[in-house]
């Protein structure tokens, strides 16, 4: 099974930066495609970087520019370094696989997630 651990979250000023990171354990290895997903209130999960085990990325628009997803497989680690925050990145973010890790009979899998606030 997958299990996530997502950390770094916080509250910064816009305009300010942070790193998230994600500890990825159980049953994924280096071929795994992953990604990091928010969702804010209100609002539904939608993944907003994604990498392949290769080390191709893909962002969506309204991130594409500022946030950077990398992966060390070596330790299992996924990041998402964001810079040039603004207010409406407010949100919890959540790293999964790519398309999310879901298991019959009990639906999708999420960690706690992290949570991320910024300031106008």
């Known amino acids: 099974q997958v299990r996530v651990v997502e950390s770094g979250g916080g509250l910064v000023q816009a305009g300010g930066s942070l790193r998230l990171s994600c500890v990825v354990s159980g049953s994924i290895d280096s071929i795994t495609d992953l990604g990091w997903y928010r969702q804010a209130p209100g609002t539904k999960r939608d993944l907003i970087a994604g990498v392949t085990a290769g080390g191709n990325t893909k962002y969506a628009d309204s991130v594409k520019g500022r946030f950077t997803i990398s992966r060390d497989n070596s330790k299992k680690m996924l990041y998402l370094q964001m810079n040039s925050l603004k207010p409406e990145d407010t949100a919890v973010y959540y790293c999964?696989?790519?398309?999310?890790?879901?298991?019959?009979?009990?639906?999708?899998?999420w960690g706690l997630g992290t949570q991320v606030t910024v300031s106008s």
């Open positions: 999964n696989t790519d398309p999310p890790t879901f298991y019959s009979g009990l639906g999708t899998y």
